[in-house]
Antibody
Framework: EMQLVESGGGLVQPGRSLRLSCAAS????????MHWVRQGPGRGLEWVSG????????HYADSVKGRFTISRDNAKNSLYLQMNSLRAEDTALYYC???????????????WGQGTLVTVSS | QSVLTQPPSASGTPGQRVTISCSGS????????VNWYQQLPGTAPKLLIY???QRPSGVPDRFSGSKSGTSASLAISGLQSEDEADYYC???????????FGGGTKLTV
């Protein structure tokens, strides 16, 4: 059974850092692109970042560019999101999502984790 | 303000057919495939339609997608109470170099 399990969320002060992880199982992790998508309280979905199967292609939303870094460890079947200089507007439920394809330039996320909550507040 | 434009709400009665529109531009819907997601209350989104009009296995054929130019639509026929959810369209945007979502449509049955 395909599974994505996020971890690493929590309460953090503005300006601080947090690292999210996503553990994948039940599929060949290094065959697919992976993404992070977030959803603020009572808000819609917002794409954050995506990474191709071999990390050769990485993209970020303008709202997080320069502050967040996506990475993956195919040997550990894991996806990461390093979040620096956090702001109140980064408060959201962060989902890890698997693409149907190996390339990152598509929005076809066929499996999602349950999310990990990040709250940025003093 | 979302890059893809969806109506904030839609409604129908059981058995009816409803459509949800998604309007974009040449850099997203006009040049890339459209995908639709269903998000039931308190749950993670679920892929409903991919590649404009393809249904993943397990998605009932009551759900269908279409695309024309810079717009796309999701149609739900034989509406059921369990279809009450938020629906989002999404596509890659060549100008922004990222995925763009619609603002979401809350469907009430």
């Amino acid at each position: 059974e395909m599974q994505l399990v996020e971890s690493g969320g929590g309460l953090v002060q503005p300006g601080r850092s947090l690292r999210l992880s996503c553990a994948a199982s039940g599929f060949t992790f290094d065959d697919y692109a992976m993404h992070w998508v977030r959803q603020g309280p009572g808000r819609g979905l917002e794409w954050v970042s995506g990474i191709s199967r071999n990390s050769g292609s990485i993209h970020y939303a303008d709202s997080v560019k320069g502050r967040f870094t996506i990475s993956r460890d195919n040997a550990k079947n894991s996806l990461y999101l390093q979040m620096n200089s956090l702001r109140a507007e980064d408060t959201a439920l962060y989902y890890c999502a698997k693409s149907k394809r190996s390339i990152v330039v598509v929005a076809d996320f066929d499996y999602w984790g349950q999310g990990t909550l990040v709250t940025v507040s003093s | 303000q979302s890059v893809l434009t969806q109506p904030p709400s839609a409604s129908g009665t059981p058995g009816q057919r409803v459509t949800i529109s998604c309007s974009g531009s040449s850099s997203n819907i006009g040049s890339n495939t459209v995908n639709w997601y269903q998000q039931l209350p308190g749950t993670a989104p679920k892929l409903l339609i991919y590649n404009n009009d393809q249904r993943p296995s397990g998605v009932p054929d009551r759900f269908s997608g279409s695309k024309s130019g810079t717009s796309a639509s999701l149609a739900i026929s034989g509406l059921q109470s369990e279809d009450e959810a938020d629906y989002y369209c999404a596509a890659w945007d060549d100008s922004l170099n990222g995925v763009v979502f619609g603002g979401g449509t809350k469907l009430t049955v």
